[in-house]
C-alpha cells in the first residue's frame, strides 16, 4: 500500500519559517520524482516545487522561487520543502506527490500518487 505522509505544517507569522516533510511507503522512492503542490480555498492546485529522482534538478513556481527550497533523502525515502520569508498568499493546503516524470508542463497529469495534504496558514 501506498502512503505519502506529509507533516510539519502549521502557523507562522509573516516572514517566518517551516519545513515540510513528506514520507513515503510502499513504493521505490528512488523511481519517482517528486512534487510539491498547494491549495488556497477557491483556487485550483498548482505546482509549487518539484525535484527529480536523483536530487540532481529542481524545478520551483516563481511565486517561490528564492525562498523555497525542495530535496530530497533518498536513503530515508522523504522528501523536504522548506518554506521562508513566508507571506499570507502562501496560506494553503500543501501536498506532497509522487510522479510519472519530471515536468514543470501539466504537473497533474503525472502526479501517480498523492499524500493527504498539511495546511499552512500565514498570518500577518
Known amino acids: 500500500q501506498v502512503q505519502l505522509v506529509e507533516s510539519g505544517g502549521g502557523l507562522v507569522q509573516s516572514v517566518g519559517s517551516l519545513k515540510l516533510s513528506c514520507a513515503a511507503s510502499?513504493?521505490?522512492?528512488?523511481?519517482?520524482?517528486m512534487d510539491w503542490f498547494r491549495q488556497a480555498p477557491g483556487k485550483d492546485r498548482e505546482l509549487v516545487a518539484a525535484i527529480s529522482r536523483s536530487g540532481g534538478s529542481t524545478y520551483y513556481a516563481d511565486s517561490v522561487k528564492g525562498r523555497f527550497t525542495v530535496s530530497r533523502d533518498n536513503a530515508k525515502k522523504t522528501v523536504y520543502l522548506q518554506m521562508s520569508d513566508l507571506k499570507p498568499e502562501d496560506t494553503a493546503v500543501y501536498y506532497c506527490?509522487?510522479?510519472?516524470?519530471?515536468?514543470?508542463?501539466?504537473?497533474?497529469?503525472?502526479?501517480?500518487?498523492w499524500g493527504q495534504g498539511t495546511q499552512v496558514t500565514v498570518s500577518s
Open positions: 506527490a509522487a510522479s510519472s516524470i519530471y515536468s514543470e508542463y501539466k504537473a497533474l497529469d503525472y502526479v501517480l500518487y
Open positions: 510502499g513504493i521505490t522512492f528512488t523511481n519517482y520524482p
